[in-house]
């Protein structure tokens, strides 16, 4: 396994551009079961979750092929199989963008139930809802969802929930919707932008959909659907982490390939903390635009809610607490998507952040500067919190478990090196851990109890968060 050692202080300087986004290329990799003719993808990032849908898109009988560093070509060879193994399934919950696809182009999708996570839940009932109203037989059995359908209908589907829509379920039921026979109209669709490029790549196969960026969509089922050639729209959470390391290192960083009219809530609250932002090259065509971000000497307090789109996204949620960790005065972060996603509040406290959780908000004390430490990542997005603290942080700090950021960055450490950034990815053990880190060096600890922490030490398993 390996860990990030940063060294932290240098003010971030430089150009970088950002990748197509991970939350709209995996639900439309997806879809490309339903196309019966070949498929490109353009700028699809090259992460650990786009290998895991393509070996799993392979199981299920497609040729996922990477053309170059930035697409890839998918081709459906053999119809026949329907299930999607646990193996696969529990490695990315993004698996279950399978679902409605399988379905309404095989009649069948047997689908692990991907489970929970550590940003909750994560249940699926709207996703088995939406299908069963357009007909689908859903049962649970052995851990899978067992779905079947002989021809779908189309019907009315509302698929609003307690915590808003449901952005791969919007996606699970309007895939499914397109090939149901009639007309289906979905109430309470989610609207972000990936579920709007994942509806513009459908339509690009010859799918018949109205109303796409609205709560209110109407899908006019066909009978087949073709191939395209697609680019997938730039990431609009790697482009508010790359302003947001901007602003935190005092740095003059200029991010190419935005889409600012994807990120109004971020860029809005972004300026509310007194970062500057501009927009320094319109987007053209399939290239988005660029923003150079000046960071403040000093940050000012904020209250962010992390909402639905148009809201701010739940997915900055940990990225805006690590900034307004350095704010002057007291901020609120609340998060009314997931609740229960504030595993990075220990670990940034141990950087030097006063936190302190209460519900499904978290309530910070803005402090002078952060220091580095030891911390662990737990999930995509807190991996993404702890870099950033670290990068603002005086001395190393070490980051463990950060195959979570693999997951959805591509080279993160690379492209933030090309800054002025100190990142070294290296192999998670007791060497590679500067020394100033290890408190122990110099504590005299009497010689037998060395002897059993140190054996302690070999055989403690790491923990699992
Ligand atoms: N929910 C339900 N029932 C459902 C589905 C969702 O109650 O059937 C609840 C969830 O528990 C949550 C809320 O509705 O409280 C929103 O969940 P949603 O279904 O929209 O999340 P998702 O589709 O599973 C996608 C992204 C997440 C992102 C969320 C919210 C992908 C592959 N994942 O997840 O991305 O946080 O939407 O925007 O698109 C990430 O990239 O780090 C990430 C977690």
Same mark, same amino acid.
Do not use: W
């Given at each position: 396994?390996? $860990?990030?050692?940063?060294?932290?202080?240098?003010?971030?300087?430089?150009?970088?551009?950002?990748?197509?986004?991970?939350?709209?290329?995996?639900?439309? $990799?997806?879809?490309?079961?339903?196309?019966?003719?070949?498929?490109?993808?353009?700028? &699809?990032?090259?992460?650990?979750? &786009?290998?895991? @849908?393509?070996?799993?898109?392979?199981?299920?009988?497609?040729?996922?092929?990477?053309?170059?560093?930035?697409?890839?070509?998918?081709?459906?060879?053999?119809?026949? =199989?329907?299930?999607?193994?646990?193996?696969?399934?529990?490695?990315?919950?993004?698996?279950?963008?399978?679902?409605?696809?399988?379905?309404?182009?095989?009649?069948?999708?047997?689908?692990?139930?991907?489970?929970?996570?550590?940003?909750?839940?994560?249940?699926?009932?709207?996703?088995?809802?939406?299908?069963?109203?357009?007909?689908?037989?859903?049962?649970?059995?052995?851990?899978?969802?067992?779905?079947?359908?002989?021809?779908?209908?189309?019907?009315? /589907?509302?698929?609003?929930?307690?915590?808003?829509?449901?952005?791969?379920?919007?996606?699970?039921?309007? =895939?499914?919707?397109?090939?149901?026979?009639?007309?289906?109209?979905?109430?309470?669709?989610?609207?972000?932008? +990936? /579920?709007?490029? #994942?509806?513009? #790549?459908?339509?690009?196969?010859?799918?018949?959909?109205?109303?796409?960026?609205?709560?209110?969509?109407?899908?006019?089922?066909?009978?087949?659907?073709?191939?395209?050639?697609?680019?997938?729209?730039?990431?609009?959470?790697?482009?508010?982490? #790359?302003?947001?390391?901007?602003?935190?290192?005092?740095?003059?960083? *200029?991010?190419?390939?935005?889409?600012?009219?994807? $990120?109004?809530?971020?860029?809005?609250?972004?300026?509310?903390?007194? /970062?500057?932002?501009?927009?320094? +090259?319109?987007?053209?065509?399939? *290239?988005?635009?660029?923003?150079?971000?000046?960071?403040?000497?000093? @940050?000012?307090? =904020?209250?962010?809610?992390?909402?639905?789109?148009?809201?701010?996204?739940?997915?900055?949620?940990?990225?805006?607490?690590?900034? @307004?960790?350095?704010?002057?005065?007291?901020? &609120?972060?609340?998060?009314? %998507?997931?609740?229960?996603?504030?595993?990075?509040?220990?670990?940034? %406290?141990?950087?030097?952040?006063? !936190?302190?959780?209460?519900?499904?908000?978290?309530? !910070?004390?803005?402090?002078?500067?952060?220091?580095?430490?030891?911390?662990?990542?737990?999930?995509?997005?807190?991996?993404?919190?702890?870099?950033?603290?670290?990068?603002?942080?005086?001395?190393?700090?070490?980051?463990?478990?950060?195959?979570?950021?693999?997951?959805?960055?591509?080279?993160?450490?690379?492209?933030?090196?090309?800054?002025?950034?100190?990142?070294?990815?290296?192999?998670?053990?007791? +060497?590679?851990?500067? =020394?100033?880190?290890?408190?122990?060096?110099?504590?005299?600890?009497?010689?037998?109890? !060395?002897?059993?922490?140190?054996?302690?030490?070999?055989?403690?398993?790491?923990?699992?968060?």
């Amino acid at each position: 396994m390996d $860990m990030f050692v940063v060294r932290g202080g240098t003010p971030l300087q430089g150009r970088i551009r950002v990748s197509g986004a991970k939350n709209a290329a995996l639900p439309i $990799m997806a879809a490309s079961i339903m196309a019966d003719d070949a498929v490109t993808l353009r700028d &699809v990032p090259d992460l650990v979750d &786009v290998r895991t @849908l393509a070996s799993l898109l392979g199981t299920l009988g497609l040729l996922v092929e990477r053309q170059d560093d930035q697409s890839l070509q998918l081709e459906v060879i053999d119809n026949s =199989a329907t299930v999607a193994d646990y193996e696969l399934v529990r490695r990315m919950r993004a698996s279950i963008c399978v679902l409605g696809p399988l379905l309404a182009r095989r009649g069948r999708a047997c689908v692990s139930l991907p489970g929970g996570c550590n940003i909750g839940d994560r249940p699926i009932d709207l996703h088995l809802k939406g299908l069963e109203a357009l007909g689908a037989d859903i049962r649970i059995e052995r851990g899978y969802v067992m779905a079947s359908a002989k021809r779908l209908r189309g019907n009315r /589907v509302f698929l609003g929930g307690s915590f808003g829509s449901t952005v791969t379920g919007t996606c699970n039921v309007l =895939a499914a919707a397109v090939l149901a026979d009639g007309v289906t109209t979905i109430e309470s669709a989610a609207c972000e932008p +990936e /579920v709007v490029d #994942f509806g513009n #790549f459908l339509r690009s196969l010859g799918a018949k959909i109205d109303g796409l960026g609205t709560p209110f969509l109407r899908i006019e089922g066909v009978r087949r659907l073709g191939g395209t050639d697609h680019t997938i729209i730039p990431d609009r959470i790697e482009a508010a982490t #790359f302003l947001i390391a901007g602003a935190m290192t005092r740095g003059d960083v *200029t991010v190419e390939n935005c889409c600012p009219g994807h $990120m109004s809530a971020i860029l809005d609250k972004l300026k509310e903390t007194g /970062v500057e932002i501009t927009e320094i +090259e319109a987007g053209s065509g399939s *290239t988005g635009a660029t923003l150079r971000v000046r960071g403040p000497q000093s @940050l000012k307090q =904020a209250e962010c809610s992390a909402l639905p789109y148009p809201g701010l996204p739940t997915d900055v949620q940990a990225q805006f607490m690590a900034l @307004l960790s350095l704010a002057d005065g007291i901020s &609120v972060v609340t998060d009314k %998507v997931f609740p229960d996603r504030f595993m990075h509040v220990a670990e940034l %406290v141990r950087l030097g952040a006063r !936190i302190h959780r209460e519900g499904p908000s978290a309530i !910070i004390n803005g402090v002078g500067r952060l220091s580095g430490a030891c911390v662990m990542a737990s999930d995509l997005r807190a991996s993404a919190a702890l870099v950033l603290a670290a990068l603002a942080a005086e001395g190393d700090t070490v980051i463990r478990r950060i195959y979570h950021l693999d997951r959805g960055y591509e080279q993160i450490e690379q492209r933030l090196n090309s800054l002025g950034a100190s990142i070294r990815r290296v192999e998670d053990c007791a +060497e590679n851990v500067p =020394a100033n880190l290890q408190l122990t060096q110099g504590v005299s600890v009497p010689a037998p109890h !060395i002897a059993v922490a140190a054996s302690v030490a070999k055989t403690a398993a790491p923990q699992e968060r």
